[in-house]
């Protein structure tokens, strides 16, 4: 058995029709809303990766800094540093040992003795061979 069915204007299938409208315009409104979301989400995703990368060059520049730090602490720490700012700053030396203190450099080079410089007359090689030669004086 076939049954074939006539809806007129007025009945169901207008109705249908308004409906499908509706959910249409419900999915395009829940699909706009959600690409938003996502771009949103996508937006501060990318804020919260550059602000990582940042952090982590930041945590970088300080570990090295702090490498640096404990390699200046040993050296400050060590019997050879400590005997040197003795030594250097305070003028303490050790048992038996003679200080010679010397005059800034200035006093020192106005101390110095004076040389005289000869002069040395330099001749080109054709005359040193003329010279030898005893063809020219």
């Given at each position: 058995?076939?049954?074939n069915?006539?809806?007129?204007?007025?009945?169901?299938?207008g109705?249908?029709?308004?409906?499908?409208?509706?959910?249409t315009?419900l999915?395009?409104?829940?699909?706009?809303l959600?690409?938003?979301?996502?771009?949103?989400?996508?937006?501060k995703i990318?804020?919260?990766n550059?602000?990582?990368?940042?952090?982590?060059e930041?945590?970088k520049?300080?570990?090295?800094?702090?490498?640096?730090?404990?390699i200046k602490l040993?050296?400050i720490t060590s019997?050879?540093?400590?005997?040197r700012?003795?030594r250097n700053?305070?003028?303490?030396?050790?048992?038996n040992?003679?200080?010679?203190v010397l005059p800034?450099?200035?006093?020192?080079i106005?101390l110095?003795p004076?040389?005289?410089?000869e002069?040395?007359?330099?001749?080109?090689?054709?005359?040193k061979?003329?010279?030898l030669?005893?063809?020219?004086?």
């Amino acid at each position: 058995m076939r049954h074939n069915y006539r809806f007129n204007q007025g009945g169901k299938k207008g109705v249908s029709k308004a409906q499908n409208r509706i959910v249409t315009l419900l999915l395009i409104i829940f699909f706009m809303l959600f690409i938003s979301s996502l771009s949103q989400t996508s937006k501060k995703i990318q804020k919260v990766n550059l602000e990582v990368a940042f952090r982590e060059e930041e945590l970088k520049k300080l570990k090295e800094e702090q490498d640096e730090l404990k390699i200046k602490l040993e050296e400050i720490t060590s019997q050879e540093y400590i005997e040197r700012q003795l030594r250097n700053e305070l003028g303490l030396t050790k048992e038996n040992e003679i200080v010679l203190v010397l005059p800034p450099d200035e006093i020192l080079i106005k101390l110095l003795p004076v040389v005289e410089e000869e002069v040395v007359e330099i001749k080109p090689n054709w005359q040193k061979w003329a010279t030898l030669f005893g063809l020219y004086e």
